[in-house]
C-alpha cells in the first residue's frame, strides 16, 4: 500500500496529538512510497534497524522513536541510525504514550486484557485522556499468584514491593517508567500497580501507601502494544508484519 495513506491512518487511529509527549510521534523518517512488509519493535536502535531490514522492512514501527523534546544535533549514534535508514530507504515510524494509552492497541489495556480484569476503566488521567487503565479481578488473586501470571505472560521477572493487600483485588496499570505513580494508585483507591521499571526513590512508597507495586521491566510492558498493532495492520489491510524482539533486561 502507499506509504502515505498507511501514515494518515496510523496518525489518525493513534490519535498521535491526543498527548502533549516528549516524543515526535508519527513519521520520524521517509522512506519508499509503497510498504508491503513492516517491522515492529520497542526501540530505534541500530540493532533494530539491522534486524528489521535483513527481515525485508519497508516500514519500520517503533515504541521509542530517535527523536525527544528540543533539537537534536545529528552526530554519534543518531547519525549512525539515520544513515542506515536513509540508505536502505526504510521509514520509521514512532508511536510513544498513544501507544500506552490506546484501548485496543495500547500496552496497558492490552496488560488488562491478558490479566483478565474486568470493568476496566482509565487511570491516571493527561488531560481529559487517561494515560493508564485499572480493573478489578473477578476473584481476588494472591499476590504471588499475581506476579507469577504476569511472568508468564511476559517473560520477565517480577519484581514485588509487597505493601499492599493480599490477595489483590484491584490494580493499576502504565506500563514502561511510571514508578512514581503509586500515589495515583494509592488516591484511586487501588491494592496494586503494575508497571516496567522501578525507582530507587520510589522504595518505600509502596509500603508507606499501602499498595503492592509490580515491576515487569520497561521493555517487557512495551511489547504489547507494537504486537497488538501488527495485528491490527495484518487484519485491515493485509500487510505482512512481524515483531522483532531484542530485550535491554531493563
Known sequence: M??????????DYLDIHAFADHSLNGLQVEGKDEVDKVVLAVDASYNTFESAIARGADMIIVHHGLFWGDEQPIVGPLRSRLSYLLQNDVGLYAAHLPLDAHQEVGNNWGL????GLQDVKGFRYLG??????????????????????IEKALGEQVMVHAGGPDPVTSL?????GA???VAAAQAAGLDAFL????????????????VSSLFAGHYMTETVGVKL?????????????????????L
Request: proline share 6%; charged share 25%; glycine share 12%.
Open 179 to 181: 514508578a512514581r505513580e
Open 172 to 176: 493499576g496499570i502504565i506500563s514502561g
Open 2 to 11: 502507499r506509504t502515505s495513506e498507511l501514515v494518515a491512518w496510523l496518525d
Open 195 to 210: 508497571t516496567g521499571e522501578p525507582k530507587h526513590d520510589t522504595f518505600y512508597e509502596s509500603f508507606e501507601r499501602g
Open 229 to 249: 498493532l501488527a495485528e491490527k495492520l495484518e487484519s485491515v489491510f493485509g500487510l505482512e508484519t512481524e515483531f522483532v524482539m531484542l530485550p535491554t533486561g
Open 128 to 149: 481529559d485522556r487517561p494515560l493508564g487503565c485499572q480493573g478489578v479481578f473477578p476473584a481476588p488473586v494472591g499476590l504471588h499468584s499475581l506476579a507469577e501470571a
Open 112 to 115: 488488562a486484557r491478558i490479566l
